[in-house]
């Protein structure tokens, strides 16, 4: 069926540090999301890439379509980072967005 | 612009008790979301509109739960009777058509005791 998978479940980083956090998906796509919810619970939209590179200051997002893959960087991180960061993926067929489970970043000073 | 805005922020009902939950979309987008979170089950789709027509609400858990949009800016979304397991945090997101990003109302926390 389809499925979005996000991967490391938990990450725990020294302030300074950068990441990589991956979403898988099972099927082809014609939208991407990348959304970060803080410890406030409030979700933010980072990043519409269904395919690509962008960046935007010290995070970057990179999805391969034909791989079924989408990676979100965060370099130089701060303790501001923190919270849970979803990738959202709507498939081919519009369906409508599907959430994986994400990936729960705690950045500490 | 002002954002998705959704109310109330909190609400605490007890069980059999109807829930109203609101949202007016950001201007202009003409999709609205209604999404429920709960630490089980993560971010779920309850139902979605499209110039205000419903179009899929095959996520809405049972007929307890019922959702209107009676013009493009603004929505309900209605639990009657209420249970302790419809407790969770409550999302409304909208979007303009097409693939577009999604921006997402603060969220009602309803606790259901």
């Known amino acids: 069926g389809i499925q979005v998978e996000q991967s490391p479940p938990d990450l725990i980083l020294q302030e300074g540090a950068n990441s990589t956090l991956r979403c898988n998906f099972s099927?082809?796509?014609?939208?991407l999301q990348w959304f970060h919810q803080n410890p406030w619970g409030q979700l933010i939209n980072l990043f519409y890439i269904p395919s690509g590179t962008k960046q935007n200051g010290r995070l970057s997002a990179t999805t391969v379509a034909t791989e079924r893959y989408s990676l979100l960087y965060i370099s130089s991180s701060q303790t501001t980072d923190s919270g849970v960061y979803f990738c959202a993926v709507e498939f081919t067929g519009n369906t409508p967005l599907v959430f994986g489970k994400g990936t729960r970043l705690s950045v500490i000073a | 612009d002002a954002g998705v805005i959704q109310s109330p922020r909190h609400e605490v009902t007890e069980m059999g008790q109807e829930v109203t939950l609101r949202c007016k979309p950001i201007?202009?987008?003409?999709?609205l979301f209604w999404y429920r979170q709960t630490m089980m089950r993560g971010l779920e789709l309850l139902i979605y509109?499209?110039?205000?027509?419903?179009?899929?609400d095959s996520g809405m858990p049972e007929d307890r739960f019922s959702a209107k949009m009676p013009n493009a800016s603004f929505s309900t979304l209605k639990i009657q009777p209420s249970e302790p397991r419809d407790s969770a945090v409550y999302f409304c997101a909208s979007r303009r058509d097409g693939n577009e990003k999604l921006f997402f109302g603060s969220g009602t926390q309803l606790s259901v005791l």
């Open positions: 099927d082809s796509v014609n939208n």
């Open positions: 201007s202009g987008h003409n999709s």
């Open positions: 509109f499209n110039n205000n027509v419903p179009i899929d």
